[in-house]
């Protein structure tokens, strides 16, 4: 196995070819999150993110994008707003983690959305979750039965609200798509507000995550466009979501809705008439990623699949160093979130602080 190491946007057209194909192949790696495309618009705003070429027999089976930080830690390429992640690989390709991790100059890389398929860094894995999949290859008529099937009370309300929204502020309608600056500007503003009142980091509070975004919502590259969808009741925007998009797969990212509008649920709405555009544009899958309790998201999935959280190491001194300092608070989080009663007062304790902030607080930085 050889391995070099190069900038995102050093990437030529020949390999850029080959890491679409190494996707197409197979199933795991279909996310735009982990499409050419992203690593290197990443690269554009992100310092410190590389791309590792992996070449075996005079070929190239893998690309490995990462960001290295101080004392050789790596993460995940835009990792703090990236939800699949992992190495892009040819099929059958298998590769030693220690040599992986020297070949890219790392003592550790830490990940948290690992995608499947990854055999030399799923031993590192220390949590594990489900995504939420929406399915509507069949069509979403057939995916809408299957879902009032299993939760028939929640999409009655929704449908009731719906109907009401159309009778008090105008005929409810999603565009897939919208190219307005000003509208995306919008939705980010209103997930501001929304991480302010949750007492969550509001990572449009960090100007490369806002030209990270807005970058990909100006590029239409076939496997990794950003895809504004915005909720209107009649002229005016109330929802909104920034995804990213392939032919086939459109990839959660930033959901947000006016509050002003929260009695008729737009983000449970919103998603509905999301999924029966996509259905309509050719898209057969919505992946949402991870999304913990009773979340409206729970109740409009399909299906999922595994996504990992952990740390792969080597053996160094600066390995050693990171495990003393992050796997006594990677324990203690998972002891949280398994305890429902401990999650839910951790869940109350960040929204209470929030609200005390109110919205012209400071946010918490970056990790």
Not at 260 to 283: D, F, N, T, V
Request: glycine residues 12%; positive net charge; charged residues 20%.
């Amino acid at each position: 196995m050889q391995i070099s190491v190069i900038r995102p946007g050093e990437l030529g057209p020949g390999e850029i070819a080959e890491w679409r194909a190494m996707q197409q192949s197979t199933p795991e790696l279909a996310s735009p999150f982990l499409a050419p495309e992203f690593a290197i618009a990443a690269g554009e705003v992100r310092p410190g993110a590389f791309v590792a070429v992996i070449s075996e027999g005079g070929r190239n089976v893998g690309f490995f994008p990462f960001e290295r930080h101080a004392m050789g830690v790596g993460r995940p390429i835009a990792g703090w707003v990236s939800f699949a992640q992992g190495v892009v690989h040819a099929p059958g390709a298998e590769f030693d983690t220690a040599a992986l991790l020297k070949g890219a100059g790392l003592a550790v890389w830490e990940f948290e959305f690992l995608v499947g398929g990854q055999p030399w860094f799923a031993p590192h894995a220390a949590l594990t979750a489900e995504s939420v999949l929406i399915d509507v290859a069949d069509g979403y008529d057939a995916y809408l039965e299957r879902i009032k099937a299993r939760s028939p009370r929640t999409i009655k309300t929704a449908m009731s609200r719906l109907r009401k929204l159309g009778r008090e502020i105008g005929e409810p309608r999603v565009e897939l798509h919208s190219a307005s600056v000003a509208e995306l500007r919008l939705l980010m503003k209103w997930k501001s507000a929304q991480y302010r009142r949750i007492g969550r980091p509001d990572r449009f509070g960090q100007p490369w995550v806002v030209e990270l975004v807005e970058r990909l919502h100006a590029g239409r590259a076939p496997g990794c466009s950003g895809t504004l969808t915005m909720l209107y009741a009649g002229e005016e925007p109330i929802a909104g979501h920034i995804g990213l998009r392939s032919p086939s797969l459109l990839a959660g990212w930033f959901p947000a809705y006016d509050a002003g509008y929260g009695k008729y649920s737009p983000g449970l709405l919103q998603h509905l008439l999301m999924a029966r555009a996509a259905a309509e544009a050719g898209i057969r899958q919505m992946d949402w990623s991870t999304s913990k309790g009773d979340d409206y998201k729970q109740t409009l999935r399909t299906g999922g699949h595994p996504v990992a959280e952990g740390c792969a190491r080597r053996r160094s001194a600066g390995a050693a160093v990171h495990w003393v300092r992050n796997t006594p608070v990677r324990r203690a989080r998972q002891y949280v979130l398994d305890n429902p009663r401990l999650h839910g007062l951790a869940d109350r304790m960040l929204r209470s602080y929030g609200g005390l902030r109110g919205d012209s607080g400071k946010t918490p930085t970056d990790r």
